[in-house]
């Protein structure tokens, strides 16, 4: 199966290793991937702050990069729940943009998606014997509606201790702006955050956005926490199996 890979500013800029690991995962199940140049941001600030015309131009950039690719995975539920939803929305009053904006959302997928929905794989042969909770994001469940694909792939990876987080589908406090603009409420919503993933005995917290990530990181970080942070497919990569169905 072939399929290109939307990175991410913060994957591409902050998170290498991350990409690297999505590359693995994802070649060793079977799919051809390719990197179309060009890519940028998916317009995702712009549009969040309110600024519709430049997030409309950055989408079409976007757009055209991926026009040839059969399928994109993208390795953040934020960045894919702004393409499935905030898309149509910039062009719902241009037909001929909203009709390339529709043919791009069908065809774009998260990472977990992307291997369950689409691969039909459950287990892909990794092997990470460490106790894991996992923090479900705010744009991926609510806005995405993917909420079951990332803990299907963590509980079937061997070895693995998985520890439902408690209160999973609460914000990390992190927001794009509102952890700048609203510093202290968002310092206590993570705060609140990284207590309840402490509370686990988790060594690992495992997640599918590198912003909340890089948020509960800092957090985490700052109180002098063993707690490693990791995306899903870092996790994923652990063994270098194949997958098992």
């Known amino acids: 199966m072939k399929a290109s890979l939307f990175i991410t500013c913060i994957a591409d800029l902050m998170y290498a290793d ?5 590359v693995r995962v994802l070649e060793r199940n079977g799919v051809d991937l390719d990197f179309p140049e060009g890519q940028t941001c998916c317009g995702q600030p712009a549009f969040s702050s309110g600024y519709y015309k430049e997030a409309a ?9 991926f026009e040839k690719s059969e399928r994109v995975v993208i390795p953040s539920g934020s960045c894919a729940a702004m393409i499935h939803h905030g898309y149509p929305a910039l062009f719902e009053n241009d037909p001929v943009w909203k009709s390339r904006a529709d043919e791009f ?8 998606q ?29 806005i995405l509606g993917v909420e079951e694909q990332p803990k299907i792939l963590l509980k079937n990876v061997k070895g693995i201790d998985f520890i439902e987080l408690p209160f999973s589908f609460d914000c990390c406090g992190f927001g794009g702006t509102f952890s700048m603009k609203m510093k ?16 686990t005995g988790a060594e690992v917290l495992a997640g599918s956005d590198l912003t909340c990530l890089m ?4 957090r985490l970080s700052r109180l002098g926490s063993p707690i490693k942070v990791m995306h899903l497919a870092q996790v994923l990569d652990q063994g270098g199996g194949k997958h098992a169905n």
């Open 18 to 22: 991350v990409g690297k690991s999505v």
């Open 184 to 199: 202290d409420i968002s310092a206590e919503i993570v705060q609140e955050k990284v207590n309840n993933i402490i509370a």
């Open 105 to 112: 959302v069908h065809k774009t997928y998260e990472f977990s």
């Open 215 to 218: 948020n509960i990181s800092g």
């Open 57 to 65: 131009q950055v989408a079409k950039k976007v757009i055209e990069v």
């Open 114 to 142: 992307f291997i369950v929905d689409v691969l039909g794989i459950t287990d892909v042969g990794a092997v990470f014997n460490k106790k894991v909770t996992y923090h479900a994001s705010c744009h991926m469940t609510r």
